[in-house]
């Protein structure tokens, strides 16, 4: 670096502090009214302040997860660099995975410096910590009562910050399955379709409308989503961060140690999450009551918590700018949407 750029550089111990992240990370937004006369300010991403309302404050840092140390010794640099112990790998992990697909595909007419199968693996090792260390999932008290199958899907939440955090546009799910003894689906509630959109989710089907946080789903048509949904100045639901003036609903997993009685306006949940007691840190319990018909043995339930970088609605409602760049977004997204979602952690159970 000295050789390259006459700086010479040294040791820095800040860098390794969750505060040098929040620099960047806190950021907040600020509506513009008719005249360009700011109505409102937003938390449009604030994971320090979440993880300073946590357990893990003080005791893991950022750079613990989304910098990991390397095995071994490395060397500092690629000319005469000498070996150290407990260097960070600058693999900056996050969970948009979906991001460095988009610019493999599109590499040459984006104009994208790094190889395709350099952002392919990029997104595979996202996909891979997001799915061993994001979360847990499992299904309690299974059983059929009358003519009804009950059963109670938790999930456990490992993150330092909500989950998902940051950006808004990020949503986490529960894919809930019941199949009979015959293999065939006779309940499903969040079921993932090409387009991207949720089967189900009110907000994915119009704009102006948004799923609320569910106790208990006892319809297809009821969907458990962790998501920040923003509301403009007049109380009408937007993806437009320079409208968003607050958050009408906030049901992002809670870290542990986040005590959401106590925690600030600007990280607080949101909505009906509020009054929910399964709805703590470290996770939430949902409950799930289906209808039998007569006739069968047994039941299969399948749990899955799937999660979605850029939601359906994010993308969908660029079309109103009319520009060439968000139309080419737009045309990015539809064409990869199949693959804009991953699987976080599942759960399985059969009941008779």
Same mark, same amino acid.
């Given at each position: 670096?000295?050789? *390259? ?56 840092s ?28 600058h ?33 595979q090792e ?7 260390a ?28 909500k989950?998902?955090?940051a ?21 499903? *509630? ?15 089907g /119009?704009?102006?409308r ?7 789903? /006892? ?30 609903? /906030? ?25 929910? /007691?399964?709805f703590?840190?470290?996770?939430d ?19 899955e918590?799937?999660?979605q ?21 737009v *045309? ?21």
């Amino acid at each position: 670096m000295q050789s *390259s750029s006459g700086f010479e550089p040294v040791r820095a111990s800040h860098i390794a502090n969750a505060e040098h992240c929040a620099t960047c990370h806190t950021l907040y937004t600020h509506a513009l009214g008719a005249e360009g006369e700011t109505v409102g300010e937003l938390p449009e991403q604030v994971p320090y302040l979440e993880w300073n309302h946590s357990v893990y404050s003080g005791v893991m840092s950022c750079q613990s997860c989304h910098m990991p140390i390397a095995n071994g010794a490395m060397p500092i640099a690629s000319v005469l660099g000498q070996p150290r112990n407990r260097m960070s790998r600058h693999v900056f992990r996050a969970a948009n995975f979906f991001m460095p697909r988009i610019f493999a595909r599109y590499r040459d007419e984006l104009g994208v410096g790094a190889l395709s199968q350099e952002l392919g693996a990029a997104s595979q090792e996202d996909i891979a910590y997001l799915g061993s260390a994001a979360a847990r999932l499992n299904i309690t008290n299974a059983r059929i009562s009358s003519d009804k199958l009950l059963a109670e899907v938790g999930i456990e939440s490992f993150a330092g910050h909500k989950l998902p955090t940051a950006y808004p546009s990020r949503r986490l799910w529960i894919h809930f399955t019941v199949r009979d003894d015959q293999k065939s689906i006779v309940f499903e *509630s969040g079921a993932f379709q090409p387009d991207g959109s949720i089967r189900g989710n009110d907000n994915d089907g /119009d704009a102006g409308r948004y799923e609320p946080h569910y106790r208990e789903i /006892d319809d297809p048509e009821k969907v458990q989503i962790y998501e920040a949904i923003m509301v403009d100045k007049n109380g009408r639901v937007t993806t437009g961060l320079l409208t968003g003036v607050r958050y009408a609903k /906030d049901n992002r997993l809670l870290p542990r140690g986040f005590d959401k009685t106590t925690a600030a306006a600007d990280i607080a949940a949101q909505g009906e999450a509020l009054k929910d /007691d399964d709805f703590k840190d470290g996770g939430d319990h949902v409950r799930y009551s289906v209808k039998l018909s007569q006739g069968m043995n047994a039941y299969t339930i399948e749990a899955e918590l799937r999660y979605q970088p850029i939601g359906y609605r994010w993308a969908q409602n660029l079309r109103q700018q009319e520009a060439a760049e968000t139309g080419r977004f737009v *045309s990015y997204y539809e064409s990869m949407a199949n693959i804009s979602s991953t699987i976080l952690a599942r759960a399985g159970a059969t009941v008779k």
